[in-house]
């Protein structure tokens, strides 16, 4: 029985953490939390969603801007975070909607796929 998602993990280039913290941490207000000793030195590092996580990993020659692969962030107050991605100059495409959410979807500077979405009232 899967009883539900501990994480998903996206990939940097190898030797961009601080730039992915710089996004991640920073823009996107993420907290980091220590990954294990026994992983430390492979690189990357991880974050702290809700009762979730997301491991930022690192790899070399992978191209994550040619796919539509991405994780979800349930948000609150959608036209905050659209507010607080433009003025970063991050383009944000509202895409196709679907019924009682609003959602848009944006990429890191590393092209990974990211959207944003909230319950709407309607």
């Not at 609150?76 to 495409?93: C, F, G, P, T």
């Not at 796929?113 to 709407?120: G, M, P």
């Amino acid at each position: 029985m899967i009883l539900g998602i501990h994480h998903a993990q996206i990939t940097i280039p190898k030797g961009e953490e601080d730039k992915a913290r710089e996004f991640y941490c920073g823009v996107l207000r993420l907290k980091e939390i220590p990954k294990p000793a026994e992983l430390a030195g492979r690189g990357g590092f991880w974050l702290e969603v809700g009762d979730r996580q997301v491991h930022i990993g690192t790899e070399v020659g992978v191209d994550p801007g040619r796919s539509k692969a991405h994780v979800a962030y349930r948000v609150a107050d959608l036209e905050q975070w659209r507010a607080r991605l433009s003025e970063r100059r991050i383009d944000v495409s509202d895409g196709i909607q679907i019924p009682g959410t609003r959602r848009f979807e944006f990429r890191d500077p590393f092209g990974n796929r990211i959207e944003f979405l909230e319950q709407s009232d309607s």
